[in-house]
């Protein structure tokens, strides 16, 4: 699970078993879950990603 490290060092880590893709129809990041490939949760603010979550 990612985390907050020291501050001033950022986030550490990444986190595990999910990736986003941004949706071309309503240009936002839908976040995925990597091991059954069903949707999870879509980012409020348009353009703007999930935080330590990979990009497909």
Do not use: I, P, Y
């Not at 501050?7 to 999910?18: L, M």
């Not at 941004?22 to 976040?31: A, D, E, I, V």
Request: net charge positive.
């Amino acid at each position: 699970m990612a985390k907050n490290a020291k501050k001033g060092h950022g986030r550490k880590g990444e986190v595990s078993k999910r990736s986003q893709v941004l949706s071309g129809r309503n240009k936002r990041w839908t976040k995925v879950d990597t091991k059954t490939g069903r949707f999870m949760d879509q980012m409020a603010k348009k353009g703007r990603a999930f935080k330590s979550v990979r990009m497909k």
